[in-house]
């Protein structure tokens, strides 16, 4: 069905404000989590994943309903390891339940990438909870195999284009890959909590090699310990994707530009705004020292 934001109208940008100020006090306070990494990753991943069980083909999941609160969809063997986001952000909740979860969700996913100094993120409310018989189905998460040709039909589903896909898999520069949620091992050295172009660098420069991993899954490792998974490599695979990830890796504000436009677009998937809402563009912390 039709998902059109109904914007609070008692709540203004300064209380938006205030529930972005608790979840980015928090992940600096929680800095030790996942080896010093902290939470950002996966409040970026959780926002991403709630916005990617949208199919424009019928209309249906996306971040509006706030349903990965639900078990069938934070059980989804797609989503291992967000339970640890979801539990991050239950303490926020109760603090401003006058707020959605899939407000919340994307919110979260915002604060995240601008308190690792990435873009600022223009965002609108209005995302209504649903009832847990919307949950959609496991399985709409994409996966880590695919090869260029799977990576542009899965977020054709979106209605993305070339751009939008390889800037979004850009935000691979946070966090990484662990064995026991996906099958596939990051290293911890080279994982970041810091916002960049280095995914694209590092997928450019290193010098790759395509071997099995502890799981049996094969994945692309470099001599400096990074790693990439066979749907990053594809990347690099086609030649529409190459040219994009090489001005990325080339040219950071472009990235950034290109990354804040296509990340709107995914938390915003399915949600009809009303024209004249405008969207919030939050402070850092840093920005109200
Ligand atoms: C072809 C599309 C994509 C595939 C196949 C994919 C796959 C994966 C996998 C397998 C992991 C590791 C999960 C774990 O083991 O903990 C991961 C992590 C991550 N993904 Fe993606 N992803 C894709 C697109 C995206 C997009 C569009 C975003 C956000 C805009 C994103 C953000 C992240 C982040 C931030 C992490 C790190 C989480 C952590 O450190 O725990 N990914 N992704
Ligand atoms: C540090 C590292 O592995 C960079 N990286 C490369 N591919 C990734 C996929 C998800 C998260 C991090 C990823």
């Known amino acids: 069905g039709l998902n059109v934001a109904i914007p609070n ?9 205030n529930v972005y100020n608790d979840i980015a006090e928090k992940i600096r306070e929680e800095d030790e989590f996942d080896n010093y990494i902290g939470y950002g990753p996966i409040l970026v991943r959780i926002a991403w994943h709630s916005s990617g069980t949208f199919d424009k083909n019928n209309m249906t999941g996306g971040s509006f309903g706030g349903t990965m609160r639900f078990k069938k969809e934070i059980n989804d063997p797609s989503n291992a390891g967000l339970k640890q986001a979801d539990e991050f952000l239950a303490p926020i909740y109760k603090k401003h339940s006058w707020i959605s979860h899939g407000d919340l969700y994307t919110l979260a996913g915002v604060t995240a990438v601008q308190e690792a100094q990435g873009p600022k993120i223009p965002w609108r409310p209005g995302r209504v909870d649903q009832p847990e018989n919307t949950t959609p189905e496991n399985g709409r998460l994409p996966d880590a195999t695919g090869d260029s040709s799977y990576v542009r039909n899965y977020f054709g589903r979106f209605g993305f284009n070339d751009t939008e896909i390889v800037a979004l898999i850009g935000a691979h520069c946070l966090g990484k890959t662990h064995l026991e949620n996906s099958g596939f091992e990051g290293p911890w050295g080279a ?14 420069n290193e010098n790759w090699k395509l071997q099995k991993n502890a799981a049996g899954n094969e994945q692309y490792d470099s001599p400096k310990g990074y790693m990439m998974l066979p749907a990053d490599f594809a990347l690099r695979q086609d030649n529409k994707f190459l040219k994009l990830v090489k001005a990325y890796a080339n040219d950071q504000d472009l990235f950034f530009n290109d990354f804040a436009k296509a990340y709107v677009k995914l938390l915003e998937s399915g949600i009809h705004f009303p024209a004249d809402q405008k969207p919030f563009i939050f402070k850092t912390l840093d920005e109200q020292e």
């Open 9 to 17: 109208k008692s709540k203004s940008i300064k209380d938006y404000q």
């Open 191 to 204: 994982a970041s909590n810091v916002f960049s172009n280095e995914f694209f660098v590092n997928l450019l």
